[in-house]
């Protein structure tokens, strides 16, 4: 069972920038993963941002994400990040990260597709 934990939220002003960490852990040994960072803004449904499959570092964007959003990761620490520029405050939301076994399948964008989360990391854009 992997465990996530988020990193790096906070608040910025609109067109700042922000990186969130996931540092993941209990990852099963020459299985590859899709590894996806979500949100959530209150009273909305959780909504997928952006994903990587880590077989062949292969990312995938949600629209509101494509252009801002960089998605990457180091194999060495087993970390998973979010690069974040152009930040509007329509981007302010909990953001989570989620991992998978295999394939991004539904592109990454699916909550149900995964089932390993963080507790969350807040972003805030004013």
């Known amino acids: 069972h992997v465990q996530l934990v988020e990193s790096g939220g906070g608040s ?6 922000l990186r969130v960490s996931c540092k993941a852990s209990g990852y099963t040994y020459r ?21 990587i499959y880590t077989g062949f570092d ?13 998605i990457s990761r180091d194999s060495a620490s087993n970390t998973v990040y979010l690069q974040m520029n152009s930040l509007k405050p329509e981007d302010t939301a909990m953001y989570y990260c989620a ?11 699916r909550p149900a597709d995964f089932g390993s989360w963080g507790q969350g990391t807040q972003v805030t854009v004013s």
């Open 12 to 17: 910025v002003q609109a067109g700042g920038s």
């Open 99 to 109: 991992a998978r076994s295999g394939d991004c399948i539904n592109r990454g964008q």
């Open 31 to 51: 299985i590859n993963y899709c590894m996806g960072w979500f949100r959530q803004a209150p009273g909305k449904e959780r909504e997928g941002v952006a994903a």
């Open 58 to 70: 292969l990312p995938y964007y949600a629209d509101s994400a494509k252009g801002r959003f960089t």
